[in-house]
Each structure stands twice: as C-alpha cells, then as structure tokens.
C-alpha cells in the first residue's frame, strides 16, 4: 500500500528565510505533486513532476523529484507572509506500474510566515 | 473552462439524515474523483469515474456512501444516515483521461453532522 509521509508537520519561518519540506513515498512511483490549500479552502496545484530528476519553480518555490531516493522537496526561498498556508503532496501509481492513478496525500505540512 | 464546480459549498444535517452533493466537472474532462478530507488530514481518495463507470472505491466508503454519475458529466454522492464521523470536506476532481496527471480540484462541500 501507497503511504507518503511530510515532514514537517508544522513550520514556523521568519520572513526572507529559506527552508525545506520534505516528502517520502512507500512506493516506486514517477508521479508527484505539490499542492497548497489556504484555510477553509479546496486544493491550488503547484507543481506536477512526471520524472526522477524533475526541478520545478515558480517564484519564491522549488520542487524537485528523487524517484530512487522516493524523494520530493519543497524549497522555499526568502519566505513572505503570503506563502503561509497548508503544503500537501500526493503521489500516484500509473496503471503501467500496477496503480490507478488515484492520488494519496501526505498529512500536509502547515507554514507559517513570521514578520 | 469554468472549473469543477460543487453544490453545496456547505450543508449541517442532524444525525441520521441522508445528505446529497452533487459535483460537475470541467467539460471534457471524462475522469471525476470524489475525495474526503477531515481537519487536519490530507485528502482521501473514496472513488473515481471514468465516464459513467465506477472503477474503484475505497474500504472508505462504507456501505452507506453511494456514488453516481450516471450520465458521464455530473456525479452525485449520497450519504445515508449520517454519522458524526462524517463530518468533513468532500472534495470533486476532475481529469483528462489523456493526461490524468492534471486533477483539477473543486472548492469541496463542507459537511458538519449535528
């Protein structure tokens, strides 16, 4: 069975600091994603990464894959307020490798950012 | 494109009621999944469509959760006698089959079980 793990669970920054979120996977898989959720709301994507070595940014973040380490990082840079909100990341299991492409998330990581 | 959309955005039922949503996906888009997400979880994947074809569900969804999407397009799930325990977010995605990596959320049903 599928099982992603985020750690941290909880992330407290100051402002223009840089950190990392990190998220393991059980399974073989070349499929992960990177999403956020603000409170009470439904789920933004952020990234979708299709292949191991896979480096995505979009302004102030940065998602890579690892798929023999079973690793995908979350790379924050020069934290701002508005990159407070709940991190999830999902992993999926293509038929080709014996999944259904049903998406199973981690616990989420919340961020909060600190003037 | 207007998005998947859900209906309603919230419901409060007393124990023991039968509660309905209904979501429509994004036009096009042949894939619809239902998931469940409790305060503080991620997700949890309950079942998928592949136009009107359930493929798969979840040991989550216990015999009092039905899922339908009868004509292809928009799909409803019931829940019958509900319980405190479901009490939760339950959010539609929709997909592509060609691209099934994309699944794109809807803003979700919140459900609170008196």
């Known amino acids: 069975e599928l099982k992603v793990e985020q750690n941290p669970l909880f992330l407290s920054m100051q402002e223009e600091k840089n950190y990392t979120i990190y998220c393991n996977y059980s399974t073989t898989s070349d499929r992960l994603y990177w999403y956020r959720q603000d409170p009470g709301k439904s789920l933004e994507s952020l990234f979708v990464l299709l292949s191991n070595g896979a480096v995505k940014q979009e302004g102030r973040l940065m998602a890579s894959l690892d798929t023999k380490a079973r690793l995908s990082t979350l790379h924050i840079t020069a934290a701002v307020h508005d990159l407070s909100a709940t991190y999830f990341c999902a992993v999926d299991i293509p038929p080709a490798q014996g999944g259904s492409e049903k998406l199973v998330f981690g616990k989420g990581t919340k961020l909060t950012v600190n003037p | ?114």
């Open chain 2, 1 to 114: 494109d207007t998005g998947v959309s859900q209906d309603p955005r919230h419901k409060i039922t007393k124990r023991g009621q039968n509660v309905t949503f209904r979501c429509d996906p994004i036009s096009e888009h042949n894939r619809l999944y239902w998931y469940r997400q409790t305060l503080g979880q991620g997700p949890e994947f309950l079942t998928y469509f592949q136009n009107e074809a359930q493929l798969e569900k979840s040991r989550l969804l216990s015999d009092r959760f039905s899922a339908e999407r009868p004509k292809g397009s928009f799909s409803t799930l019931e829940i019958q006698r509900t319980e405190q325990g479901d009490s939760a977010m339950y959010l539609c995605a929709s997909s592509r089959t060609t691209r099934p990596y994309e699944q794109y959320f809807g803003p979700g049903t919140r459900l609170t079980v008196t």
